[in-house]
């Protein structure tokens, strides 16, 4: 998108957590440059601002030992409110979606605006959010896509206006898989994965809106001397163990100091008896075409 709207396209980021000791997610902009032969270029990332000179984050509201609706941001740019000016959606760590008024020139309102339905925070219901936005219904708003740490892909319709935008429930374009553990090698995808971030565009120019979805997901392959299937079996056992640890630990506040201790010590040592299989982080883009 151009930001600075300067004819030029810019690039826009956002980030886990800057490298300070206040955790939060800021923004980054690589604004494009015209080079001499018509080429395009790209300055240096710079952190974004606000209108008042200062980064533009997300500020905590609330509980002030919860730092994730400010972390893990993931910006959008378009015009929400019709003012001509393109705006800052941006998901997070928590689920939810917040809302940097634009004033032209890639300038930003330095108070975000918390996205909502009947006054509470709108929330994705997984964490991660990744708002994509885009007129998904052809009604002449704006809605919200967004992929998930957990996978799939959201829908949040726009029902109110170009002008003053109101949001419905999330709904499931795209499920989630049952697990986002990862699989062996040997077994063929079905799906994307987890932690998806998305894309609509008409892919095959049919005049209807494409999905591009992509993921993560961890490849699993059998430790040296054992078959895959030895490999799956011992993974299903060490599977069913921490989870039972996990369920354990549920009561882990009404534990003794010493219960805590002796619970820390056997999930820690369980953790390192996965010497059956080694994993392999990777991702894949999926295409849907609209029917």
């Known amino acids: 998108m151009d930001l600075d709207d300067d004819g030029d396209l810019d690039v826009l980021s956002g980030s886990y957590s800057r490298m300070a000791r206040d955790m939060a997610g800021t923004f980054q902009v690589l604004f494009g440059e015209t080079a001499e032969d018509g080429g395009r270029t790209w300055g240096a990332a710079t952190e974004l601002k606000g209108t008042d000179g200062a980064t533009l984050q997300i500020l905590r509201d609330g509980d002030e030992s919860d730092v994730t609706s400010e972390i893990c941001t993931r910006p959008f740019a378009a015009d929400l409110n019709g003012d001509g000016h393109l705006d800052l959606v941006t998901g997070n760590y928590t689920g939810s979606f917040f809302l940097f008024e634009g004033e032209g020139k890639g300038r930003f309102r330095p108070i975000p605006k918390a996205l909502t339905i009947d006054g509470e925070p709108l929330r994705l219901g997984d964490a991660h959010s990744d708002p994509f936005l885009v007129d998904w219904d052809e009604d002449g708003d704006l809605d919200i896509l967004s992929g998930g740490f957990l996978g799939g892909v959201h829908l949040i319709r726009n029902i109110g206006s170009a002008t003053e935008p109101a949001w419905a429930s999330p709904t499931v374009v795209i499920p989630a898989p049952d697990s986002t553990k990862g699989r062996f090698a040997d077994d063929p995808p079905s799906g994307p994965g987890g932690s ?96």
């Open 196 to 291: 998806t971030r998305v894309w609509a565009a008409d892919v095959n120019e049919d005049g209807t809106l494409d999905l591009l979805v992509g993921d993560g997901v961890t490849i699993l392959h059998p430790a040296e001397g054992l078959t895959t299937e030895e490999s799956r079996r011992a993974e299903e056992a060490w599977q069913e163990a921490n989870q039972a640890l996990v369920t354990e630990s549920e009561s882990y506040d009404s534990m003794t100091p010493e219960a805590q201790s002796d619970w820390q010590e056997r999930y820690q040592g369980h953790q390192t008896t996965r010497t059956h299989l080694t994993e392999e982080w990777t991702g894949s883009v999926w295409l849907y075409l609209a029917k």
